[in-house]
């Protein structure tokens, strides 16, 4: 089974940064579309962020357009999200996700880590 593994969350006020980790065991994934998703209680998943397997391509959802930067470092089989000028709204548990094509809705990705809870404060 392929792992992606999220890292990173915690709980900040608001304005503050953090940078979200999503390490991946599987050297296959170099080659895969990875995305950063969310989903805060008693919503559906939201897509964030999506990068190409070379990073040359990036997309991103308006409602973190100017706040959050996908990246990622295939040297070490991993993919981050910095997010800066968090709010309170931004609260969710935050999942990476891999797909061999860039996709901008969830239920397309075939692989999924646990998540990593993110919690803003007003």
């Known amino acids: 089974q392929a792992q992606l593994a999220e890292s990173g969350g915690g709980l900040v006020q608001a304005g503050d940064s953090l940078r979200l980790s999503c390490a991946t065991s599987?050297?296959?994934?170099?080659?895969?579309?990875m995305a950063w998703l969310r989903q805060a209680p008693g919503k559906d998943r939201e897509f964030l962020a999506v990068i190409s397997w070379s990073g040359g391509y990036t997309l991103y959802a308006d409602s973190v357009k100017g706040r959050f930067t996908i990246s990622r470092d295939n040297g070490l089989n991993t993919v981050y999200l910095q997010m800066n000028s968090l709010k309170p709204e931004d609260t969710a548990v935050y999942f990476c996700?891999?797909?061999?094509?860039?996709?901008?809705?969830?239920?397309?990705?075939?692989?999924w880590g646990q998540g990593t809870q993110v919690t803003v404060s007003a």
């Open positions: 996700a891999a797909d061999p094509f860039v996709q901008t809705t969830s239920n397309e990705y075939d692989f």
């Open positions: 599987e050297r296959t994934f170099t080659s895969y579309a």
